[in-house]
């Protein structure tokens, strides 16, 4: 099992076909993932949830990008909360083979909320995310993402929350 994931990833790659698509300028990109969260503490139930994002392409490099996720915590014992936080900001990626790596710096809005509670914590949002995306057609990717969102305005009650997703997503070249 240790070897499970770097084998699984392997096999995703070598299985689809390769594509040569490049980024241009106003390309659009859209997408939906599959997202597993965690705050790395024992103490609180880890969550299942769902992302959409989109970039549009500002270079073959750049891109701007908006991004959501939402997060059910309810994994394990501990208290059970929500998570959704939006967010836009810089997307680099490096799109030179059919396996595209990214790097995405976003500001935005995160909330955590309590099961009867309302607002635990919300405020302004940092997130920092690196993955790919694996060029299936011109228009399809499949990826893997993770992603470090902290809350800026109350770091000392909610410091980081950690997520992890499985994308799928639709390319429109200009």
């Not at 998570?83 to 790596?101: C, E, K, S, T």
């Not at 920092?128 to 800026?152: H, I, K, P, Q």
């Amino acid at each position: 099992m240790k070897h499970g994931v770097p084998v699984a990833v392997m096999l995703f790659g070598y299985l689809l076909p390769a594509t040569t698509v490049r980024a241009e300028p106003f390309d659009l990109s859209l997408g939906a993932a599959f997202a597993y969260g965690t705050t790395l503490d024992q103490n609180e139930k880890d969550g299942l949830g769902a992302s959409a994002y989109g970039a549009l392409g500002l270079s073959d490099t750049m891109s701007l990008s908006l991004a959501g996720a939402f997060y059910e915590h309810s994994l394990g014992s501990g208290e059970s909360y929500r998570l959704f936080n939006v967010g836009a900001g810089i997307l680099y990626n490096l799109d030179v083979l059919a396996i595209v790596p990214f790097a995405a710096l976003r500001v935005g809005y995160l909330a955590r909320l309590g099961d009867g509670d309302g607002l635990l914590d919300g405020g302004l949002s940092l997130s920092v995310s690196v993955g790919f995306d694996y060029l299936v057609t011109e228009y399809l990717t499949a990826g893997l993402c993770a992603e470090y969102l902290g809350l800026l305005t109350s770091f000392d009650s909610f410091p980081a929350h950690a997520g992890f997703s499985l994308r799928l997503g639709i390319r429109l070249p200009h």
